[in-house]
Nanobody
Framework: QVQLVESGGGLVQPGASLTLSCIVS????????VGWFRQAPGKEREEVLC????????YFIESVKGRFTISRDDAKKTVYLQMDMLKPEDTAVYFC??????????WGQGTQVNVSS
């Protein structure tokens, strides 16, 4: 059974940092692209960034470049999202996901991030 479990969300002030973690089980982590997408209230889900052992890191949202960093620890089957200089517009539920060319897309239950003064 594949599971992705996120943690690390919370309420922070603008300019603060948060690190999200996602522990993956049930698949061969090394061979999967892993990443994060987010969904803000009343908005559609949007892909944020992802990391592949073959392709490196891909950003999908220009406004997070220089502030968000993704990393993966294949030995621990964990993917991290370091978020610095958070802004109110970063408020959303953040989901980690994993996929490859031979399998379906998997995602977790999400963790809430609120950025507010």
């Amino acid at each position: 059974q594949v599971q992705l479990v996120e943690s690390g969300g919370g309420l922070v002030q603008p300019g603060a940092s948060l690190t999200l973690s996602c522990i993956v089980s049930g698949l061969e982590f090394d061979y999967y692209v892993v990443g994060w997408f987010r969904q803000a209230p009343g908005k559609e889900r949007e892909e944020v960034l992802c990391a592949s052992n073959e392709e490196g890191v891909t950003y999908f949202i220009e406004s997070v470049k220089g502030r968000f960093t993704i990393s993966r620890d294949d030995a621990k089957k964990t993917v991290y999202l370091q978020m610095d200089m958070l802004k109110p517009e970063d408020t959303a539920v953040y989901f980690c996901y994993g996929y490859n060319d031979y399998d379906t897309l998997y995602w977790g239950q999400g963790t809430q991030v609120n950025v507010s003064s």
